[in-house]
């Protein structure tokens, strides 16, 4: 199973996006051989916007994914740093 941490960009384009970005976005959606990864800061990078204009698709769509997509949730900020620096300090050496 892939691991998958989405940046806010893709489920935004998963929604809203021109077929040109939603169209992927959707595909990795819906890919099984994924298990979704998500914090406390994407949630906030895209619910709030929806649910202050009262965009109740938007919202829905964000809602669905956060509960039936993601199969974990990292909760501790500082897990989720050094995550991140792992991954850098692993591909960092590919980038020469």
């Known amino acids: 199973m892939i691991h998958t941490f989405l940046d806010a ?22 890919d099984a051989s994924r ?16 649910l202050y204009f009262h965009n109740e698709r938007e919202a829905v769509f964000y809602r669905t994914y956060f509960e039936s997509r993601v199969g974990l949730w990292v909760r501790d900020a500082m897990a989720i740093v050094r995550l991140a620096r792992a991954v850098v300090d692993r591909f960092a050496d590919r980038t020469g």
């Open 9 to 30: 960009s893709v489920l935004i384009a998963a929604h809203r996006g021109r077929p040109a970005e939603r169209d992927p976005a959707l595909r990795l959606l819906t």
């Open 35 to 50: 298990l979704f990864v998500a914090s406390e800061f994407l949630y906030l990078e895209t619910m709030p916007k929806a």
